[in-house]
């Protein structure tokens, strides 16, 4: 009875090749040496990423660079637009409530309150693509250690 499912794994699909195609705040990250490089080797996805903070410690932008398959390149494109105004710690919460969705342990409807990152919610059903989804994030949990 659920007519509505197919067309919603459509528009998920859609969202994910366009930020693949068309990456969010994706920019040249050549000047950060390769400690800041994340890789998921399994795949063959690579990113770095660099975030830039306001002078009242909230994040201002958040930039990647890389490559890698559809599902890696989307999440971090994804995950970059919604990061601006955060503070460190909410990003880190962020992080967690993310994490907890591809691991199985919170359910993939939690992510709905996150705009078009929903999108990414049926990756917990490929095992394989959870660590190309999640690459960027452990990037980015790199990023706030210490602030
Ligand atoms: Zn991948």
């Not at 705040?25 to 903070?53: A, M, Q, W």
């Not at 390149?73 to 907890?100: D, H, M, V």
Request: aromatic share 6%.
């Amino acid at each position: 009875m659920n007519h509505a499912t197919p067309a919603l794994d459509n528009l998920y699909m859609e969202i994910i090749l366009d930020h693949y195609k068309h990456p969010r705040n994706r920019t040249d990250l050549s000047h950060l040496d390769d400690s800041t490089l994340h890789e998921n080797p399994s795949c063959g996805d690579s990113i770095k990423i660099e975030v830039i903070f306001n002078p009242d410690g909230t994040i201002r932008d958040a930039r990647h660079d890389g490559h890698g398959c559809a599902i890696s390149t989307a999440s971090a494109s994804l995950l970059s637009e919604r990061l601006p105004g955060k503070t460190p710690a909410e990003a880190r919460q962020f992080i967690a409530e993310f994490i907890a969705v591809l691991r199985g342990e919170a359910p993939p409807e939690r992510l709905d309150a996150f705009g078009d990152l929903a999108a990414l919610g049926g990756v917990v059903k490929f095992p394989l693509r959870v660590k190309c989804a999640a690459l960027a994030w452990h990037a980015l949990e790199k990023c706030l250690e210490g602030k």
